[in-house]
C-alpha cells in the first residue's frame, strides 16, 4: 500500500470521526448502520488498513446529517483508497 493510500485513509477516518463526534454518536451505533464491528469503525477512524464500501460512507454521512460536501469528500477518499490498493495513480 503507498503512502497516498495511508494518508487518505487517516483523512478520511478523521473526517469520519468528525461528523460521528458531532451527531454525538457512539461508535457502536454508528457500527450498527454500517453493518461492521464497532472495532472496524475504530480502525477507520484510526486510518488503520480495513475495508470500507462507499454504500457503508454513504449510510454513515445520511445518519450523521453530512452535507453534499462532506459526503463527497469522504466518497473521494473512499475512491483514492481503492485506486491506490489497486496499484493505480490519481490526480491529487
Do not use: F, P, W
Not at 23 to 31: D, R, W
Not at 32 to 59: F, M, P
Request: glycine share 10%; aromatic share 2%.
Amino acid at each position: 500500500m503507498g503512502s497516498g493510500s495511508t494518508l487518505a485513509q487517516r483523512a478520511l477516518g478523521r473526517e469520519l470521526r468528525r461528523l460521528r463526534n458531532a451527531k454525538g454518536m457512539g461508535q457502536s451505533q454508528a457500527a450498527r448502520i454500517a453493518e461492521t464491528s464497532h472495532q472496524t469503525i475504530g480502525r477507520i477512524e484510526e486510518g488503520q488498513t480495513t475495508r470500507i464500501t462507499s454504500l457503508q460512507v454513504n449510510a454513515l454521512c445520511d445518519s450523521y446529517g453530512a452535507t453534499d460536501e462532506e459526503r463527497r469528500i469522504c466518497l473521494d477518499l473512499v475512491k483514492e483508497i481503492r485506486a491506490s490498493r489497486e496499484g493505480k495513480v490519481t490526480a491529487s
